[in-house]
């Protein structure tokens, strides 16, 4: 059989080796599903067509001989708006829906009703807090929480003229939003309105529905991803830098395996808790287990890496495969990015699969949901089972060995490791050492070779002497590909090694999650500020190479709406209107001050961030050099 | 013009069908010793399986020979063709003829062994050959095939499905061994030892026991099968024995151009009896098969009425149903060891296919399909069209294949 | 004589000739109803990819000569040259796949079907929906079409529109028309992607 069969759907060998045990095993994959649903319709890939009313359904032939406009009378520019605007709405709504129970716990916690939860970073709390006007005055820990929460869930609502914490974007930038009418009002209202105006016969107006977008966009990246990162911060830890070590190869042939997969910590970190429970590792120890390793996919992985050093198992499009391993005895999620058939290959190995929650329940797993009040208790439960589920593994493959990775890089971290400000940085960057600096998110996507435009991408910047800062899927890619070890200096340019080496950090800093996208937001408000200038003029830049999610696209807007030029892997759909491509790779840059560029070739979109980033340092009056 | 056409198989009719098409007037003769309606000779094997009723052989209507104006001699073979006075005898009689066209097909390859004279011991190349085997099945415990090619195998898969255990011996290491490589070989092996057969491989009969009837095989390495009933399948070869090798050029077949014309002005050979070039293996060769004797009837007939139309030359192909299992196979399923060839495989144990691709530099020679057979003439195509092949060839093996792959991007 | 064309740059690969072609050979005729019909129809026309995951409707040429009619062994394939179609009559179809090894283009099935002797598999291909035009309709895949990749019109009309189309393309001073652009850019994009994989 030939065995480089799956050299072209991921980079990585652990990856290879596990789908070739899968497709010995009988066992379908994402890449197998793909490939079922080629050719996709191009109606769609287009943006032309809609389903949004029973008028329709419509498409437009991009042709100019077909259908032109839908039945409503919509052209392609209103068709190919709306369905940006709902992908976006629906993005900001899954992040500012995680932030809202994060809110939720925090209230508990501030009322002791959520056994097992804890307010870990008092200090970040009173901060946060003084940010929404709540002052210290000897208040307790729990009555700051309280209203805190309250403070925050109000920005869900309908009585806000503006999100607070946009306050800490540079005043310059405020203002633009301001001035463009969309600066944020309410999470949950942004959100309600798009659909409102996505709706036949209420927003049609291309122009105008993307503004909107671009509000509902900014109220997920300064509103509900914000209070994620925040509250998550609270209630679990601001993370510090810690190293643990990820791919498949950090499940455990000897012990219990637990993988953790979904986004909120809220889940995650009780089954941390209930890992460490002595009693339950006695339990372990009783059925011939070493131990218990919990280890994380995704989101939630991250968190617990980010707080907790907890390693990482694998990224978006190795979900899948990680249970091929026969070693995970149990796989816990909660919601986001976890695919259906999970249940399915689960089947196919001794993993028990369990959903926690309400709003995501999935084929083959067992429901256990987790609230505030009985997470501590239900976590450990669940460890109990998994144990219990230890001998009942049939063949155990591990196909490789981990790679070492340093996490944790929180703004307060990457400050902190600067000596309290920025101004190491700034200096850095002005004197050339750094050039500039670039933020690398978001997912994997069967279109692309897994991991290789997130590989490719890092390693051109680095050794350009730009600093990459990853989250998501993204910085598991990196960390896999050995970005994040002590040698990985040796991948970076000159200038990155030296300044790097001597803070002790690896050339690229895994910043977190994806709701912790919002630190990188932070950070360049902080160099903004320190500079005196706008976001927009900074020389940093976004990349999205291998993104897949709605969430992504959202997270998009709102960083180029905060200033920050994003590269694009995959082609949004938005190709059936050639105004909306040309205003978002063009237009706004007069808009905003940034743009979308789409570049699928990772080589390439290093050349287009590079120059970027020299003409951002020749406009601030710094040295620059010719890419 | 005088046409005379010996034989009245697929090949001898296209080629009659054609010249009355281009020359209406034309006078034709066909010579055959088959005195039956023009019938599907490969159809044969199916009525032997059940799944067809003899009444469906037939391709031409009865009237066929009247509608076309063709004048019938049916029942005997030709004894002598003269090159010189361009004639064709037949039991005494003595046929003129401007152009001639040898399609007298193959006859089933002989044995030597003892015991020949026994009954229930046959070959399976006519449809009276199966309905002798038909009426003797009823009393018929256990069979015996000898040959692992397409004839045996087709005549043990039919015993097979009638219900009748079935010894098939063999000479190679597995069966449809000039068709197949040796990874689809074992799955058909498996497929049809999973419903009974008995395949031996390295088996030789070498005499027949029997009291008037069959009875039991002695095989050349000492063993003693019992069997009331043996087919020989041990291929065919070209029927030329009245050929007159000093005036037509003979190899295994009738060595023909790309007319169709043989050594010998005016005369014409077509179907199993004709040798052309073979496009994969790029040397003379007879491919005994139903669409080549299509193929090389028309052309033939097209030359002999004057209209000169060129033959790429032929190409092995077959397709066969087994049970659970396809087979598709063209050109060179299993090249040589010799250098020059590529091969590229794949087999996708959860769909159950196996694919095959030969190259010779980058052109298609070669291709064994099992299972998913449905688009296995795009691939036919490229190796007759001998169409320089683009990378990448590793899209012909993927599931998803289909002819827009094929095309100009 | 009118007869479907196919566009396949036109091709977006929204695959709706498909259950179209099925509803449209089923015994109902109703797209709904003909997905629980028993034998389930099946499309004639085929929607697969090109090698840089581009649509194509592979359908039946109705070649002339035909090789699956050459190839057929019990003669169950026919050509009409009144309709301009090939057809296969189910009822003498002995499912033997020659066919499948004859047609250059890949363009036949096999299984049961309501026109059939029930519980038999045959032969299927696209038999230009000759009773739909008798009823005074058009194709049903060219009738779903709206991108133009399928076409129902002279041939002769089809090949001037062509002619025409590049004969622009070589005059002097003439500059490239790209009719969909977003559609090019999309296609530019993906091209990009599936050459990096490779």
């Not at chain 1, 960057?429 to 490719?456: E, L, S």
């Not at chain 2, 009933?229 to 003979?250: H, Y």
């Not at chain 3, 090949?159 to 296609?187: I, Q, W």
Request: hydrophobic share 40%; net charge neutral.
């Amino acid at each position: 059989m030939n065995d480089k069969r799956y050299d072209a759907n991921t980079i990585t060998a652990d990856g290879r080796l596990l789908l070739k045990k899968l497709e010995r095993d009988g066992v379908d994959s994402v890449w197998d599903r793909f490939r079922a649903q080629l050719p996709n319709c191009g109606f769609c890939e287009m943006g032309l067509s809609c389903r949004i009313c029973v008028m329709g359904p419509c498409r437009i032939d991009p042709f100019g001989e077909g259908p032109q406009r839908g039945v409503c009378g919509a052209d392609a520019d209103i068709m190919v708006a709306r369905n940006l605007g709902r992908m976006i709405a629906a993005g900001a709504a899954s992040h500012s829906d995680h932030g809202r129970d994060l809110v939720e716990v925090l209230g508990k916690v501030a009322v002791n009703a959520a056994p097992g939860y804890q307010l870990r970073d008092v200090e970040k709390l009173k901060r946060v807090a003084a940010e929404f006007g709540i002052k210290p005055d000897g208040k307790q820990p729990s009555q700051i929480a309280a209203e805190l929460s309250d403070a925050m869930a109000e920005e869900y609502g309908t009585r806000k003229k503006e999100l607070t914490l946009i306050q800490r974007a540079p005043a310059k930038r405020q203002e633009i939003w301001r001035r463009l009418g969309v600066a944020p009002r309410g999470i949950d209202r942004e959100t309600s309105e798009m659909m409102h105006r996505t709706h036949m016969g209420v927003d049609n107006d291309w122009k105008s529905l993307l503004l909107h977008g671009i509000r509902n966009a900014l109220s997920d990246g300064w509103g509900g991803s914000m209070i994620a990162t925040e509250v998550s911060d609270i209630l679990f830890g601001t993370p510090q830098p810690g190293v643990t070590r990820v791919n498949a190869g950090v499940l455990k042939k000897d012990q219990v395996n637990i993988v953790v997969h979904g986004h909120n910590p809220v889940v995650s970190e009780m089954l941390l808790r209930a890992c460490q429970d002595p009693d339950l590792l006695k339990l372990a120890k009783d059925k011939g287990a070493d131990g218990i390793n919990l280890a994380g996919v995704c989101c939630t992985g991250n968190e617990l890496l980010m707080r907790a050093g907890i390693p990482m198992a694998g990224n978006h499009l190795t979900t899948e495969l990680v249970l091929a391993t026969g070693a995970v005895d149990m796989m816990v999620v909660d919601y986001q990015c976890i695919m259906p058939s999970l249940g399915t290959v689960a089947a196919c190995y001794h993993t028990k699969m369990v959903s926690t929650s309400d709003k995501a329940r999935f084929p083959g797993m067992e429901h256990q949901e987790f609230h505030p009040e009985n997470a501590a208790a239900k976590a450990t439960a669940l460890v109990k089972d998994a144990i219990a589920n230890f001998n009942r593994r049939g063949e155990v493959f591990i196909p490789v060995e981990p790679v070492e990775c340093m996490g944790g890089f929180s703004v307060e971290a990457i400050l902190g490791a600067l000596g309290g400000t920025p101004k190491p940085l700034i200096d850095a960057i002005a004197a050339g050492k750094i050039r500039g600096a670039v933020g690398i998110v978001g997912c994997n996507n069967p279109r692309i070779q897994q991991d290789y435009g997130h590989v490719t991408l890092t390693q051109r910047l680095i050794e350009n002497d730009i600093l990459v800062v990853d989250t998501g899927c993204a910085s598991v890619a990196t960390a896999k590909a050995g970005f994040k070890q002590s040698q990985a200096l040796e991948k970076a340019g000159p200038g990155l090694r030296e300044v790097c080496g001597a803070l002790g950090v690896p050339p690229v800093l895994h910043v977190g999650s994806c709701v912790d996208n919002v630190r990188i937001l932070v950070l360049a408000s902080a160099l903004a500020n320190a500079l005196g200038a706008d976001i927009s003029d900074l020389p940093i830049a976004g990349a999205a190479p291998e993104w897949y999610s709605e969430k992504a696209a959202t997270i998009g807007v709102y960083f180029v709406a905060s200033g920050v030029y994003t590269v694009l892997g995959p082609m949004p759909p938005i190709t059936g209107s050639m105004n909306i491509v040309k205003l978002l790779t063009e237009g706004l840059n007069d808009v905003v001050g940034a743009t979308f560029a789409v570049e699928p070739d990772p080589e390439k979109a290093a050349v287009l961030i590079r120059t970027h980033i020299e003409d951002k340092r020749r406009k601030l009056g710094l040295p620059y050099i010719q890419v | 013009m005088k046409y005379v056409i010996i034989g009245n198989g697929v090949a001898g009719i296209h080629a009659a069908e054609t010249l009355r098409q281009f020359d209406p007037p034309g006078e034709i003769t066909m010579i055959s010793d088959e005195a039956l309606q023009p019938y599907c000779r490969p159809m044969i094997s199916m009525v032997l399986e059940g799944s067809v009723a003899t009444e469906k052989l037939p391709i031409r209507p009865v009237s066929f020979y009247d509608d076309l104006n063709i004048t019938p001699a049916l029942g005997s073979r030709v004894s002598a063709v003269d090159v010189d006075n361009r004639t064709v005898s037949v039991s005494g009689k003595c046929y003129p003829y401007d152009r001639l066209l040898i399609a007298s097909g193959a006859d089933p390859r002989r044995i030597k062994a003892d015991g020949l004279g026994l009954r229930n011991i046959f070959f399976m190349r006519t449809a009276a050959h199966v309905r002798q085997m038909l009426a003797v099945l009823p009393d018929v415990r256990k069979a015996l095939v000898l040959g692992g090619g397409l004839v045996g195998f087709k005549a043990a898969y039919g015993l097979v499905r009638r219900g009748i255990p079935v010894s098939m011996l063999i000479r190679s290491g597995h069966p449809l061994s000039m068709q197949v490589d040796a990874e689809a070989g074992r799955m058909i092996t498996d497929e049809l030892k999973a419903h009974g057969l008995d395949v031996r491989v390295g088996a030789e009969a070498a005499a027949f026991e029997g009291n008037g009837r069959v009875a039991a095989a002695r095989l050349f390495d000492g063993t003693r099968l019992s069997c009331d009933m043996v087919v020989i399948g041990k291929g065919v070869f070209p029927a030329r024995r009245f050929v007159p090798k000093d005036k037509i050029k003979v190899d295994a077949g009738i060595v023909v151009d790309e007319h169709m014309q043989t050594s010998a002005p005016g005369v014409f050979a077509a179907g199993d009896v004709a040798e052309s070039t073979d496009i994969a293996r790029r040397t003379p060769w007879v491919n005994a098969i139903w669409p080549e004797a299509v193929a090389q009837g028309r052309i033939a007939g097209m030359n002999m009425a004057g209209h000169p139309a060129a033959y790429p030359g032929s190409l092995s192909r077959n397709v066969i149903r087994i049970f659970g299992l396809d087979v598709m196979t063209a050109g060179l399923a299993a090249p040589p060891e010799a250098e020059g060839f590529e091969t590229l495989s794949v087999t996708d144990t959860r769909a159950r296919t196996y694919r095959k691709l030969v190259f010779r530099g980058d052109r298609l020679v070669g291709m064994v399909l099992v299972n998913s057979i449905e688009q296995g003439g795009v691939l036919t195509a490229l190796i007759q069209s001998a169409t320089p092949v683009r990378p990448p060839r590793e899209a012909l093996l993927k599931p998803g294949f289909n002819f827009r792959q094929l095309m100009p991007a | 004589m009118k007869e479907v064309i196919v566009h396949p740059e036109r091709c977006v690969g929204c695959m709706q000739c498909m259950p179209a072609c099925a509803a449209a050979h089923s015994q109902s005729k109703n797209l709904f109803q003909a997905s629980l019909e028993i034998p389930r129809p099946r499309p004639r026309v085929h929607v697969g990819v090109g090698l840089f995951n581009e649509g194509f409707p592979n359908r039946c040429r109705h070649c002339d000569p035909a090789p699956c009619l050459l190839a057929c062994l019990p003669g169950a394939i026919a050509r009409s040259a009144e309709r301009n179609t090939v057809f296969i009559d189910p009822n003498r179809c002995i499912n033997c796949a020659s066919c499948a090894m004859a047609c250059p283009f890949g363009v036949i099935r096999y299984h049961e079907d309501h026109t059939a002797p029930p519980g038999k598999t045959v032969a299927v291909k696209c038999d230009n929906c000759y009773e739909r035009q008798l009823a005074g309709l058009i194709p049903a895949c060219v009738e779903v079409c709206k991108s133009g990749a399928l076409r129902f019109e002279e041939r002769s009309e089809a090949m001037k529109r062509k002619t025409d189309e590049v004969a622009r393309t070589v005059s002097v001073g003439a500059a490239p028309v790209e009719l969909a652009p977003g559609f090019a850019l999309l296609n530019a994009m993906k091209r990009k992607q599936i050459d990096l994989a490779r």
